[in-house]
């Protein structure tokens, strides 16, 4: 009797530490096969179509794919449109930002897929979003990287949802840490999709403070390069249109490299978020590490992806194959 209930709570502690780990754990490698066997060939290909029409195609899918998986897990949510009964996370604040480009790379990609007969209907906006981030990097330079799919699309998107979940550009280590951790993301992963500002933009109005007012004794944020401060203040003078938009690597903008970790080194991360990792000793050992080894970077990122790619994945009836990615079924 001792023995049985012994293991009955045995039995019990497996199944509290596995339960929550059970919807990805039906990802994996080739999960269309037998259904939509060239599905990554057809995504690959739209995607380096629209790419060739706009390089925001790049940065626009990479930070979707982010902006998705933080609120309510990888399932695409964030590209369903409003309804007058429903304000949909796209249309948060924190979203509003997100490029147009990024939500039609994944539009034309499933439209692609649809045209197969075959593969109609049979593959999730989840998966098919993830496939073309995977592609944007390598077509920026970046690592090319098996990715894991099996994700079904969500059933929710509402704005109040996006309340808190994404990372702000003023957070230092302590809050990118917790907000990472909370979705099983370690310190070394965090730095590591840190580096997706290696390509891209942000705005004038998300980095202003650092160049003006940031404190009453610096107005200048002194972490700052201070050649790199003045150039900041050449692109977004006092009162410009908020909505300007920067380079976030002011060296190698079109490109996906470990040069964003370069960038720290010299006083040149645009966002406090980013020079953070330069500046806090518990984060500064990675950020030279991956400055100097451009393998070892790539495989920590490549890792972090995959590891993203798992959060909050949708199984069963959590979750469906949209037909349209920006409405529910």
Known sequence: MASFKLFAVWSLSVCLCLCPFSASAQLKQNYYANVCPNVETIVRNAVR?????????????LRLFFHDCFVQGCDASVIVASTPNNKAEKDHPDNLSLAGDGFDTV??????????PSCRNKVSCADILTMATRDV???????????????????????ANVNGRLPQPTFDLNQLNALF???????????????????????????????????????????????YATQLQGMC????????????????PRTFDNVY????????????????????PRSRPT??????????????????????????????????????CSVFN
């Not at 179509?49 to 899918?61: E, M, R, S």
């Not at 999709?193 to 002194?222: E, M």
């Not at 006092?238 to 690597?249: F, K, L, S």
């Not at 030279?288 to 990122?301: L, V």
Request: charged letters at 15%; proline letters at 5%.
């Open 49 to 61: 179509l629209k790419f060739q029409q706009t390089f925001v195609t790049i940065p626009g899918t």
């Open 107 to 116: 539009i034309k990609a499933k439209a692609a897929v649809d045209a197969v």
């Open 137 to 159: 990097i390598a077509l920026s330079g970046g690592p090319s990287y098996a990715v894991e799919l099996g994700r079904l699309d969500g059933l929710v998107s509402t704005a």
């Open 181 to 227: 951790a909370s979705h099983g993301l370690s310190q070394t992963d965090m730095i590591a999709l840190s580096s997706a500002h290696t390509v891209g933009f942000s705005h004038c109005g998300k980095f202003s403070n650092r160049i003006y007012n940031f404190s009453r004794q610096n107005p200048v944020d002194p972490t700052l390069n201070r050649n």
């Open 237 to 252: 003078p006092r009162n410009v249109d908020p909505r300007i938009a920067i380079n976030m690597d002011p060296i190698t």
């Open 261 to 280: 970790f370069k960038n720290l080194q010299n006083g040149m991360g645009l966002f406090t978020s980013d020079q953070v990792l330069f500046t806090d």
């Open 287 to 324: 950020v030279n590490a991956w400055a100097s080894s451009t393998p070892a970077f790539q495989s920590a990122f490549v890792t972090a992806m995959t590891k993203l790619g798992r959060v909050g994945v949708k199984t069963g009836r959590n979750g469906n194959i949209r037909r349209d």
